[in-house]
């Protein structure tokens, strides 16, 4: 689990409770406001407007603050970790791969004449190594 995964589950998750921390927070208050007739009660009229619609848009904007929590855990965790952890692997390929120049030499310097540097085995190498099979 990479640090990108971690922060985009913890952020999806947090906007998840926290929605649904307004929702309980919301339905609490209005449970304890009712009265033995099931209406709620209020001290003042203007007191009933106000906290009603305060109660009534939180409400309304905690769907929303669930529902962007849920996407973005689910579209994080289906689609964009997938293309994310793809695109890192090509940066680590390029950064690992490396063109050598093939006369330089890492042990005697080059001005000295010393630097050439076979890439691969001559035609004579190739069959003097299997004429060795024999001894097998």
């Known amino acids: 689990m990479t640090l990108q995964d971690l922060a985009v589950s913890i952020l ?6 926290s929605g649904f921390a307004i929702r309980y927070w919301v339905g609490k208050r209005r449970f304890y406001r009712r009265g033995p007739g099931g209406l709620q009660h209020y001290s003042h009229y203007s007191r009933a407007l106000i906290v009603s619609t305060i109660e009534r848009v939180a409400n309304f904007l905690s769907l929303p603050i669930i529902l962007v929590g849920i996407f973005l855990l689910v579209f994080w965790w289906m689609y964009v970790r997938e293309i994310v952890l793809d695109r890192n692997k090509d940066d680590v390929k390029n950064k690992t791969e490396y063109n050598a120049d093939p006369k330089a030499h890492f ?3 080059a001005e000295k004449g010393f630097g050439l540097k076979q890439n691969c085995p001559t035609a004579k190498e190739i069959h003097s190594l299997a004429s060795m099979n024999y001894l097998v």
């Not at 999806?12 to 409770?17: A, N, S, T």
Request: glycine share 22%; no cysteine; charged share 0%.
């Open 12 to 17: 999806g998750g947090m906007l998840v409770l």
């Open 107 to 109: 042990l005697v310097p």
